[in-house]
C-alpha cells in the first residue's frame, strides 16, 4: 500500500472513535484530510453523524465546511470527547512531535478541550526516540534568532521556516539534532522560553490511542 493508501486507511478507521451526534476536534494536515472526507461521506447517508466540529487550523475549516460540517468556535466549547489529529513522529508512550503542518498552537488548544486524543498516522510515524523529525516551534517573531540560539546547547540547530506564517501572524522554527528522551519535561522547559508560543512536543496532550496504518491493515496502540 503507498502512504496515501495507508493515510486513507486510518481517517477511514478514526470515524469509528467519534459518538454519533458528537462535536468532534479536527486537526489539520494530509492524513486528517482523510479523516474530514470519511466525514463528508458518512453524512450523506447520516446527516446527524456530528453535531459538528471544532478546527484547529483555517485549511481543515474550509475542507470541513466544503463538506458541510458545521465548525462551531473553540470559545465556544468547554469539552470534546475525542480529538482526530496526524503526527509527524509518536513514540512507543504515545508522545509526539507535531506541527510539520505549522497549526502547532491550535491543535494544542483543541487537543487541551478533548478528553482523547486519538492519532492517526501512517507505521513511518512511529519512532523509538522523538527528534529525528524536525521539531516544530512556533515563535513571536521578534524572538526567533533567541529562540535558535538557545537550542545550541541542547545539540539542537534551528532554522525559521522560510515563507510560512502561522494562521497567528508567528514564525516557526525548525529545529534538527535533538533527541527528546524525556518529552513531558522537555515540552515544560522549552514552553517557558520568552517568545515560544508552543513548542511542538505533544507529551502534556499525548495521544491516547493511535490507529497506525501498516501494510498489514490498522494497528490499535494505547496508551
Ligand atoms: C500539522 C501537524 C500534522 O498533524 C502533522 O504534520 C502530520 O501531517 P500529515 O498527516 O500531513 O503527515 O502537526 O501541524
Known amino acids: 500500500m503507498t502512504q496515501d493508501e495507508l493515510k486513507t486507511l486510518v481517517g477511514r478507521a478514526a470515524l469509528d472513535y467519534v459518538p454519533a451526534g458528537s462535536i468532534v476536534g479536527v486537526g489539520t494536515g494530509s492524513t486528517v484530510d482523510k479523516f474530514i472526507d ?3 461521506e458518512a453524512l450523506k447517508s447520516d446527516p446527524q453523524r456530528v453535531a459538528g466540529a471544532v478546527s484547529s487550523s483555517v485549511r481543515s ?3 470541513l465546511e466544503s463538506l458541510g460540517v458545521k465548525v462551531l468556535p473553540a470559545e465556544t466549547v468547554t469539552g470534546l470527547g475525542v480529538y482526530i489529529d496526524g503526527a509527524d513522529e509518536i513514540n512507543h508512550a504515545g508522545d509526539m512531535i507535531k506541527g510539520g503542518g505549522a497549526a502547532l498552537t491550535r491543535e494544542k488548544i ?3 478541550l478533548a478528553e482523547r486524543f486519538i492519532c492517526i498516522a501512517d507505521e513511518s510515524k512511529l519512532v523509538k526516540v522523538l527528534g529525528k523529525f524536525p521539531l516544530p516551534v512556533e515563535v513571536i ?3 526567533a534568532a533567541q529562540v535558535i540560539r538557545a537550542f545550541g546547547p541542547l545539540g539542537g540547530v534551528g532554522k525559521v ?7 497567528n501572524g508567528n514564525l516557526i522554527v525548525d529545529v534538527t539534532g535533538l533527541q ?3 518529552p513531558a519535561r522537555f515540552e515544560a522547559d522549552v514552553n517557558q522560553w520568552p517568545g515560544v508560543v508552543t513548542v511542538g512536543v505533544f507529551a502534556r496532550n499525548k495521544a ?5 496504518g501498516t501494510a498489514d491493515g490498522v494497528k490499535t496502540l494505547q496508551f
Open 38 to 40: 470519511a466525514l463528508g
Open 61 to 63: 475549516t474550509q475542507r
Open 110 to 112: 483543541v487537543a487541551e
Open 141 to 143: 517573531p521578534m524572538a
Open 161 to 167: 521556516r522560510e515563507g510560512v506564517t502561522t494562521d
Open 180 to 182: 527528546i528522551t524525556e
Open 208 to 212: 491516547s490511542v493511535c490507529l497506525l
